[in-house]
Structure formats: structure tokens, C-alpha cells
């Protein structure tokens, strides 16, 4: 078997074999579902019973929809003092009041007591409505009952964002470059945390009289992807089942009809592939240049970090997507990939961003590929040492 | 031919120049000893003749040629620097380093077996590197180094942070791989091991070679004019001797250029005194090494 394969071999199962990987396997979609329940929940906390009354001398309101909110009762009330008696006795939490001739002056009165949400006015509002569409032919009173759909249409950015309920799919890309963020950081972390702890353990040298440099670092790569690949599998056979269960099982509505922007997607892949090698290599020089494992989690974490600002600067780049700090972070490799995932929600990015993001990326992966190497072989036998950067190009050169 | 030759290395790095100007020659089967003070050079030139580093100038040539990937598999290195893989059990951390060296792990488990049983750690095979305690993982190391029967053994300060006992045990081995016809390097600054299993030394100093060649001629040269004497009762007083210096239980005596030791060995006879070592004073590596380094 080739030594590169032996290195490979035993670098998966050191990773594979231990219960962190077991850990990492479930500790995102358990993020995700912690994030999904925390979310209903809140949305059910905030639910509350709305006690709701209403005066109609006119008898506008005599048919009730058969489809109506459980969390807002409506009473009918003889007289506005009968309903204002209730509302002083805390029997109801406010009560609008149609005047006789309604159908004619369009106008009510809403007396509350305190606050009054949302939910309750929808009500009211569907009550009206499916009264007054009563005489209507069916489709008609469905289609008026059912209200507008309004989708915003940004021409200039080739994008429509319906109004209320943006499908998922808008933020497939997102949830792409999300993953990728954890793929890159879980390789290159170990990656930079298995060279240190080569050196910590004093191996590397009894190693390298072995095989190559070259060699054992490309056993290493190819070790931690293959890992990295069982992880990404993993996940996403754990989201993809979650999304079935939650779309055809349980039924919710924002899991179903996922539509997938291709473009999109594979003009994000294509400059997903050269960040990876970017961040790869970065992480190698960084671990070639760290004295221990600790060290070496504390500069993964940072990077880690700088992976995500364009998550934290969300809003800044939905209001100006193609903006100069938007196109910078584009082509910016460590942040390119979440960057152009960020903006492609609110706009169709150019294709030519995404070539020349693609093109940086590659340009800066090739050149700290080249400078991992020189680090890594200048500094892999510097036993609790850092390297001194000025020295690189006189030491790393003859190394 | 030499089994490794190493001709005019050099190797700086930044400002530090390490190696200077280093040129030996191993023999098959020898055991070579590589000297030096601290700091001469003698772990950066392993490592060029190991090929983990380029050398800037010079040449080596080991097993008929330039290093390969191949003849890798046909050494065995045990840097000054070393350790195991301490998440890994014994075995498998063994097994591993010696796939790494071009034995199929069959191989390497059958090959391995005897040596746990010689060094008492086959009850220890499945524990890991890190349960073990300091002696046992030295004994391990030297293991990793010799189980894939190299042709050539270089050791870099091999009895460094060895106990008194795993010292033996590594000495015995080296002497055991020599009886077999292993080539041995020994990087050390440790002179009476030297003394005590090389037969040949270079010594190396800021990076050059000061002396080199077969150890009991380079201490003959280094050698005064003295002879060190042991007889029963009083030492007469002899012609041509100019100071006469206790050496452990005998004396030694120097002597000036017009005597030979011939000359001293004929006066002691001819006094008929009762002779219970007479040798010619040859200085130790010790002080042979002090010698040369603080001329330098």
C-alpha cells in the first residue's frame, strides 16, 4: 500500500474513531432542531386568548367563516354599553362597535382596554369580509377572503422576494455556504491540529525519515477529507431525512415546494472549491507556525470567526447587496463563499463576481499551498519554537 | 565502496551557519561514531544525510547513491528528539511507524512479537502510548527503530534520557545489530560510550570536521610522550624522565624527546624491579576532545 494511503488510513480512523466525531455528527442538525424549537416555541409563548366583542345593530355580521383563529373569541353584544359594561368588567379585551348604517359609512369604532394584537384585528377583519362578500359567487368571495399576494420585484437585482413567506429555497445558498463553513473548519482544524500535534508528540521527525514531507502531508489531507466527507454525508442525510419528515409527516408548509435556484448553486460551487483549498492551506501554514494542539484550536477558532462576519453583516449587505464592502467581502477568500451566499437572497450576483471570486480564491490557495509547504518544512522540526517570519525566505527557500 | 559517504556539507540557516565544511565515510558493518560538542552540527548533519533537509553545498551518497524514497525503508533513525503517538496503543502505534517503513502489517505483527516478549511489554501491547510509563515507551522507541531490520541504524544521542538499564539494553542491541552486520552511526557527546563501541569517529566542531579516522590511531597521535607504570615497591629513579604524576593506582611518568618508553621499560628491568603494568600513556577521548574543541 503507497505510504500516502497509510498515512491516509491512519489519520481517518484517528479521527473517525472517537467520540468527538460522533459528536460533531449530531451537534449540527441538533443546532438546527434546537434552533427550529426554540423558534415554535417562542412563537407559541407569544400566542395569546383574545376575548373579543362586537355591537352590530345593523346585522352586518350575521354568518361566521368556517375557518377561524382558536385564540380569538368574538361576542356578540345587544348594545355598545352592554359590550363597554364587559369590557370595564375585564370580561373582554376590547369590543368594536358598527354603527347601524354601515353599510353605507364604512366606519367603526375599536374601544380597548389595554393593547390589542394582531392577531384579534385578522379576525375581525375576516368576520367583515366573509359577511360582506356573502352575496359574491364563491371563487370570487375565496379569491377576495384570501387577500393580495405581493411579491417585490427588484428588476435592477433580477430577484423577487414574495412579501410574507419567503420560500426556503431563497436561502438554500446560505444554508450551503453555512455547511461549507463547518466542512472547511472541521478539516482545517484538524488538519492544523494533527501537524502540531506531531510536533508536541516528537513523531514528526521519526515520520519524515520515512516518507516525505510532501508525502505525509498529502496522507494527512486526503485522512481528514475523507473524514470531513463522512461528516458532510452525514448531515446531510440527517437534514435531508429531517426535511422529509417535517414536509410529508408533519406537514409544514416551509418545507414544502423547495424550489432550487441551479445558477445559483453551481456558481457557488464553483467558488467553494478553491476557498477550501484556500482555508486548507492557510490552516496548514498556521499549524506549521504553532507550538501545541491548544494553540492551534485558539487560531482555528479565529478563523472560524472570519468565516462568519458576512452572516453577522446580513443586513447591511440586504440593503445594499452589490454595494463596494459587498463586492469586497466577495473577493475576499475567507469570507467570499458566505458573502456571495448572503447576497445572492437579495440579488441575481454576476456571473463575473463569481469568476473572479473563484479566481482570487485559486490564486491565493496556489500561493498558500506553495507558502504551506515552505513553513511547514522550515518549521516542522522547531520543537516548541515559533517561526520567526523574517528568517522564511533565507530558511524556508533552502529547506 | 563506503555504505554512506558524506563529502564537504554545508547548511546554514538565516545568519547560523550549521554545518560548514563536514566529509566522512562509513563503512559496512562499522559502528561510526559522529562527535561533537553541543551546538557542532552533528543533528543537522544526520538530518541532511536523512534527506529532511537540502543540503546548500555538498553531496551524500548512502547505499551506493543519493537518498531515495525507497532506501528509506533500509534505515533506521532514532532522532535525539522522539517520541509516540500517545493516543495510540503500543502495538498499533509499533505496527504503524514500521508499515511506514515498508513492512506489510503481517509482517510487522510477527516481527514485533519477540521484541515485546525481550522487552517485557507484551502484557502492554493494547494500552496506550501515554499509560506507559517512561522507560517502557524507550523501550518502545528503540523498538520502532530496529523492527524493520534496517541496513543501516543512525541513532542521534541514542542514550539520551535513558535509564541505566535501558541504556544496556540499547547498548546490547547495537552490539547484536553490529554482530549481524548492521552499519551504525552514533551521533553522541557522551566520549567513553564512544570509546566503549565505535570503532571509528569523526568529531565536528562549529560545523567542521576536526579529527576523523580509526579511534585507536587518532588516540595514539593524540598521545604524549608518556608511559604509565605500576611496580611492586618504589620507583627508582630513571634517566630521562622529567615528571612523574600519580594516574589512578599506577604513575605516569613523562618523559623528555631524547627517551623512548624502550629506554624507561630497559631501566626498569635492569633495576630488576618487579613490573605490574607498563603501557604507553594514551589520552582518553575525553581528553582528546577537550584538546581539539578548545583549541578551535
Known amino acids: 500500500m503507497s505510504k500516502v494511503w497509510l498515512v491516509a488510513e491512519q489519520q481517518f480512523r484517528k479521527d473517525v474513531f472517537k467520540r468527538s466525531f460522533i459528536v460533531a455528527i449530531v451537534a449540527m442538525p441538533l443546532f438546527l432542531g434546537f434552533i427550529i424549537v426554540m423558534g415554535l416555541l417562542s412563537a407559541r409563548m407569544q400566542q395569546q386568548t383574545t376575548a373579543l366583542g362586537y355591537v352590530d345593530p345593523g346585522h352586518v355580521l350575521t354568518q361566521q367563516p368556517a375557518a377561524s383563529n382558536d385564540n380569538v373569541t368574538l361576542t356578540r353584544f345587544a348594545s355598545a354599553a352592554e359590550a363597554r359594561a364587559a369590557l370595564d368588567a375585564e370580561q373582554i379585551d376590547a369590543y368594536y362597535a358598527l354603527p347601524a348604517d354601515y353599510p353605507h359609512s364604512r366606519q367603526v369604532q375599536l374601544v380597548v382596554g389595554s393593547q390589542l394584537d394582531n392577531a384579534a384585528v385578522q379576525a375581525f377583519s375576516e368576520l367583515v369580509r366573509f359577511n360582506l362578500l356573502a352575496g359574491q359567487e364563491e371563487q370570487v368571495a375565496a379569491r377576495a377572503q384570501a387577500g393580495p399576494e405581493i411579491v417585490i420585484l427588484a428588476t435592477a437585482n433580477n430577484r423577487a422576494l414574495p412579501l410574507g413567506a419567503p420560500g426556503l429555497g431563497l436561502f438554500l445558498p446560505v444554508l450551503v455556504a453555512m455547511l461549507f463553513a463547518f466542512l472547511v473548519m472541521t478539516v482545517a482544524a484538524t488538519l492544523m491540529e494533527s501537524l502540531a500535534a506531531e510536533k508536541q508528540n516528537r513523531t514528526i521527525e521519526i515520520v519524515v525519515s520515512s516518507i516525505s514531507p510532501g508525502q505525509m502531508m498529502a496522507g494527512k489531507i486526503l485522512g481528514v477529507m475523507g473524514m470531513a466527507l463522512l461528516l458532510a454525508a452525514s448531515w446531510i442525510g440527517i437534514l435531508l431525512a429531517f426535511a422529509w419528515i417535517g414536509a410529508h409527516v408533519l406537514g409544514w408548509g416551509w418545507l414544502q415546494g423547495i424550489t432550487v435556484n441551479g445558477r445559483d448553486l453551481a456558481l457557488l460551487i464553483l467558488v467553494l472549491v478553491p476557498s477550501f483549498l484556500c482555508l486548507a492551506a492557510l490552516m496548514v501554514a498556521l499549524g506549521a507556525t504553532v507550538v501545541d494542539t491548544q494553540e492551534a484550536q485558539q487560531i482555528g477558532a479565529v478563523a472560524f470567526m472570519i468565516i462568519f462576519v458576512p452572516i453577522y453583516l446580513f443586513f447591511l449587505f440586504a440593503n445594499d447587496p452589490n454595494g463596494p464592502l459587498a463586492i469586497a467581502a466577495s473577493l475576499f477568500p475567507l469570507t467570499a463563499v458566505t458573502t456571495l451566499a448572503v447576497r445572492s437572497i437579495f440579488m441575481e450576483v454576476p456571473t463575473a463576481q463569481f469568476i473572479a471570486s473563484a479566481l482570487v480564491a485559486l490564486v491565493c490557495g496556489l500561493a498558500l499551498v506553495w507558502l504551506a509547504g515552505k513553513l511547514f518544512r522550515a518549521n516542522m522540526l522547531r520543537y516548541g519554537q515559533r517561526l520567526q517570519l523574517g528568517r522564511l525566505g533565507r530558511k524556508g527557500a533552502k529547506a | ?296
Open chain 2, 1 to 296: 565502496m563506503a555504505t554512506v559517504e558524506v563529502s564537504h556539507l554545508k547548511k546554514a540557516f538565516g545568519p547560523t551557519q550549521a554545518v560548514a565544511d563536514v566529509s566522512f565515510a562509513v563503512e559496512k558493518g562499522e559502528i561510526f561514531g559522529l562527535l561533537g560538542p553541543n551546538g557542532a552540527g552533528k543533528t543537522t548533519s544526520i538530518r541532511l544525510m536523512l534527506d529532511i533537509f537540502q543540503p546548500d553545498a555538498g553531496t551524500v551518497s548512502i547505499l551506493d547513491g543519493p537518498m531515495t524514497e525507497a532506501k528509506k525503508n533500509r534505515i533506521g533513525y532514532m532522532p535525539e528528539e522522539r517520541g509516540l503517538y500517545q493516543e495510540m496503543p503500543l502495538e498499533a502505534c509499533l505496527i504503524y511507524l514500521a508499515t511506514l517503513k515498508g513492512l506489510s502489517k503481517t509482517d510487522a505483527r510477527r516481527r514485533l512479537q519477540p521484541y515485546l516478549e525481550h522487552f517485557d511489554l507484551a502484557q502492554h501491547r493494547a494500552k496506550k502510548v501515554k499509560e506507559l510509563s517512561k522507560g517502557m515507551q524507550q523501550k518502545a522507541q528503540i523498538i520502532s527503530t530496529v523492527l524493520h531490520e534496517p541496513e543501516i541504524l543512525i541513532m542521534d544521542e541514542p542514550f539520551s534520557g535513558l535509564d541505566p538499564v535501558n541504556t544496556q539494553l540499547a547498548k546490547d542491541l547495537m552490539l547484536e545489530l553490529h554482530r549481524r552486520g548492521v552499519t551504525i552511526i552514533m551521533s553522541t557527546h557522551i566520549m567513553h560510550q564512544v570509546e566503549e563501541l565505535c570503532n571509528r569517529i569523526v568529531l565536528i566542531n562549529q560545523g567542521r570536521n576536526v579529527l576523523y579516522g580509526d579511534l585507536a590511531q587518532i588516540r595514539r597521535e593524540h598521545s604524549g610522550h608518556a608511559v604509565r607504570v605500576k611496580v611492586d615497591g618504589e620507583l627508582p629513579a630513571l634517566a630521562g624522565v622529567q615528571a612523574v604524576t600519580p594516574h589512578n593506582d599506577a604513575l605516569q611518568l613523562t618523559l623528555d624527546q631524547q627517551t623512548s618508553p624502550q629506554e624507561i621499560l630497559q631501566q626498569l628491568v635492569s633495576q630488576h624491579c618487579a613490573i605490574e603494568q607498563f603501557e604507553i600513556a594514551l589520552p582518553s577521548l575525553d581528553e582528546i576532545f577537550i584538546q581539539v574543541v578548545s583549541e578551535q
